[in-house]
């Protein structure tokens, strides 16, 4: 199961975080986030791959922010359109699109049915306060009537307390087409800043 590190912000906790060996580390671009980034990413190894997160951001913005931070992924966390994602993937081709859906208690999953030929992944998150790092879990067993082959991420309060809860998702049929789990706010010490001892403790169960 891979690892998505969310909600990165400072140089030298990104460098700590290097060290565990994350799949994805995140990047918020949203300025009403606490952990909106603004800094300069070190250099980090090729294997994992730099996600840029948005909120319905202006395109122009985006691919220039994509550009200038080589980042590899876009993470959708907004209302994008399926216009918008089109436009998106000519401007950037290579650049892999992950469309966020957040949930509570119910979802209506044919509301991907228009993304799923435009997007690489889905991305699951809890439907909160805020867009994302809201540190509470969705209901996993709405995911029983998931009804795409398109692979997805697991997202919304995922922390060390949450370890056996998701092992014993990642057993049923549900979680055939999970991905990647996507954790942020329960591991951080403060916002942005996230705990290594933590992260690997948790990346060490799975």
Known sequence: MKLKVCGMKYVENIKQV?????????????????????GIIPEIPK??????????????????????????????????????IKELKKHLPKVKIIKVFG?????????????EEYVDYFLFD???KERGGNGITFNWSVLKKYNST??????????????????????????KYCVAL??????????????VGKLKRFKNKF
């Open 150 to 175: 398109k692979p997805y991420l697991l997202s919304g309060g995922i922390g060390l307390e949450e370890v056996n809860d998701v092992k014993a998702f990642l057993k049923t049929p549900q979680a």
């Open 103 to 115: 949930i509570k208690n119910e979802f209506e999953f044919k509301t991907l049915l228009p993304y």
């Open 18 to 38: 290097v060290e565990v060996n994350p799949d994805y580390l995140g990047f918020i671009f949203y300025e009403k986030s606490q952990r909106n980034f603004e």
């Open 182 to 195: 996507d954790v942020n706010s329960k591991f951080e010490t403060a916002p942005g800043k996230k705990s």
């Open 47 to 84: 294997s994992i791959k730099k996600v840029g997160v948005f909120v319905n951001e202006y395109l122009e913005i985006l691919v220039s922010l994509i550009e200038e931070y080589k980042l590899e992924v876009v993470q959708l966390h907004g209302d994008e359109s399926v216009a918008y």
């Open 126 to 128: 809890t439907k909160g």
